[in-house]
């Protein structure tokens, strides 16, 4: 088990409890998602919740010092009757208040709860791949869901509430101290004492939901790990170690739950307590008052309803506390992705390009994943529009750097890209991806059907634009031989069908969208020899009048590039034609060697 542990340690290093005093600047920012509703379900709310409460703040008045003082100590029946239908038309008026409360609260919270999520999600869309690096898409999901989802309370209930409530206390405050302010003094000494208490619990409370949250994000991070890699773990009969390892990260859960719900059980008993020692000094003190003439028994009775009525909202405003601080947990985790940075900016005044031809030149660029890692060393290159290009060499090299700058999911550390001559920071990201095309070796494919698969490239063309792109990379045969052929559903990751034919779709997909600049990585490398052979005149159409760049550890399918560039630890060591290099008898040289004997001797 220890081991399991040091695993889980190392396996979710980026998610740890943030360290943050609790601060109502903070707090105003999450309310201030209430803004929109400001002027319409906002004041509604408000204006019943402050009906429900003054009219609960009166009805103690009308049983004690009207009813008891005044009608039933007189035996004036007809005022006992009328005090009586005032009682019933204020618990019938605080019956609609509270339910129109409850439904615009809730009304309100779910809007709240809405825009947080999409403005969340909005802004996760464009971060850049670095931020995607650092996290995995467990933990990912957790805030975009479960955190989110943890704040509904605060916002349906909590921040309302927390206002009825406390408008409740003063009305009462006021009251008791209006009817006796000696026996008033008396009941709410143990106030002080109470907050002193709640003080010192409050950030105990508050770091045990920030670990909830830690450890929940663990528990989804392992879950999706295990959905996404299920195949890998039977494969290598690995599922009693993932079972450990899940006990291990289930039980971290478990205990976080049972340690912060601890945590919150402590305040209702001790509000239970304190009102126990209130009601015991109302009965001490109020019988002696009353046997004295300084109270009458209404007022007693009012004291009484109101000493009820005093420890109920304190009750809950330790509820509404605990809210808050779960909520200030999830918030502060929220916000910090919604602080998150793009490593990669968009330009203050971007440049706008017409008509892209395609040219792309690398300038003394220079890149480094970390301070440890230099994937690419002041390389400078040209890629001529229109032409299609190669990029050779080891793992590691740097192939995937340089297509990953040209795509701008990354910056270069030191030195400029260009397109069309134009640098790529000063470039619009919509525009600049526009205009180029991914085709991966694994390729994505979406839950939905094979249409709306092929048209992700290009949202608004038609079926017709579907088919003959399919057509043309020579995908139309195996999508009508499915069922229900373009319409076929599949399902995330597009298990239904063969890799050779997810590529396929790729392909179609790609031409669809109609880049100046296509980018290949590795995307024939899991299609078998007689399915490549099949899309080669597709392929040809699909590089034709663009600017294509290939990688390839498969060197025969780059035979035909225009310049082939051959890369070592992100250094730049030989470039040209594919016979040129072969004349060279250099790095190229060899690696086609390797490959030729490796295949010769199967």
């Known amino acids: 088990m220890q081991h399991t542990e ?51 703040l009166a009805v103690p008045i009308f049983i004690g010092v009207y009813a008891l003082d005044r009608a039933i ?16 038309a204020l618990y019938i008026t605080a019956y609609a208040a509270n339910v129109f409360r409850i439904r615009w609260m809730n009304e309100l919270g779910q809007h709240i709860i809405y825009d947080i999520r999409q403005a969340l999600f909005k802004h996760i869309q464009r971060l850049s791949h670095r931020f995607f690096d650092q996290r995995s898409g ?14 509904q309370d605060l916002f349906t209930n909590g921040v309302v509430n927390l206002l009825m409530d406390i408008i409740m206390l003063v009305g009462i405050v006021i009251i008791l101290f209006t009817l006796s302010p000696e026996l008033a003094v008396l009941i709410l000494i143990v106030l002080p004492i109470m907050f002193i208490i709640s003080t010192k619990l409050r950030r105990k409370i508050r770091r045990s939901w920030q670990v909830v949250r830690v450890r929940q994000s663990k528990l989804n991070s392992h879950l999706n790990e295990s959905i996404q890699g299920i195949r890998v773990t039977q494969a290598y009969s690995q599922e009693k170690q993932n079972m450990e390892f899940f006990d291990q990260v289930n039980t971290d859960n478990y205990e976080s739950w049972k ?137 590691g090299s740097g192939k995937s750097t340089i297509v990953n700058l040209m795509s701008r999911f990354y910056d270069p550390t030191k030195g400029s890209i260009t397109l069309d001559g134009v640098d790529l920071r000063d470039l619009k990201l919509d525009e600049l991806r526009t205009n180029v095309s991914y085709v991966l070796q694994d390729t994505f494919i979406f839950a939905g059907t094979i249409m709306d698969n092929i048209r992700f490239g290009k949202p608004q063309a038609t079926d017709e634009e579907v088919m003959a792109a399919a057509k043309a990379i020579g995908a139309h045969s195996f999508i009508e031989r499915l069922d229900k052929g373009y319409f076929t559903e599949v399902e995330e990751k597009g298990n239904v069908l063969s890799v050779g034919e997810r590529q396929l779709l790729s392909f179609a997909r790609a031409l669809l969208a109609d880049p100046k ?86």
Do not use: C
């Open 6 to 56: 040091k695993k889980a340690r190392f396996h979710y290093s980026t998610e740890q409890v943030i360290e943050k005093p609790f601060n109502w600047s903070q707090m105003a920012r999450l309310l201030g998602y209430m803004k929109p509703y400001a002027w319409t379900l906002l004041p509604k709310t408000i204006f019943v919740m402050l009906l429900a409460t003054a009219v609960r």
């Open 73 to 88: 100590a007189t035996n004036d029946l007809t005022l006992v009757y009328t005090y009586a239908g005032i009682v019933l």
């Open 138 to 151: 467990g933990s990912i999901l957790v805030r975009v869901v479960n955190d989110v989802n943890s704040m």
């Open 259 to 395: 340690t912060a719900t601890r945590m919150n059980a402590l305040f209702r008993p001790f509000v239970e307590m304190a009102s126990l020692v209130g009601a015991v000094i109302l009965i001490w003190y109020g019988a002696h008052l009353y046997q004295t003439g300084a109270v009458t028994i209404g007022v007693f009775v009012s004291f009484a309803f109101y000493l009820g009525m005093f420890w109920e909202p304190i009750s809950r405003l330790g509820q509404v506390y605990n809210q808050l601080l779960v909520g200030m947990a999830s918030s502060e985790r929220i916000f910090e992705f919604l602080d998150e940075k793009p490593s990669v900016p968009e330009a203050k005044h971007p440049k706008t390009l017409k008509g892209v031809k395609g040219e792309i030149v690398f300038d003394q660029v220079e890149f480094a994943y970390d301070e440890k890692r230099r994937a690419l060393n002041e390389i400078n290159l040209t890629f001529k529009a229109g032409q299609t290009i190669a990029l050779v060499g080891h793992t």
């Open 517 to 602: 600049i296509l980018i290949l990585d590795e995307a024939t490398a899991s299609i078998d020899t007689e399915t490549e052979l099949k899309i080669q005149a597709g392929l040809k159409k699909l590089l034709h009048n663009r600017t294509a760049v290939m990688i390839a550890h498969r060197l025969s399918t780059i035979r035909d590039a225009d310049h082939i560039i051959v890369l070592d630890h992100g250094n730049v060591i030989e470039e040209g034609t594919h016979n040129s290099l072969m004349s060279q008898r250099g790095t190229y040289f060899g690696l086609v060697q390797s490959q030729y004997t490796a295949i010769t001797s199967e």
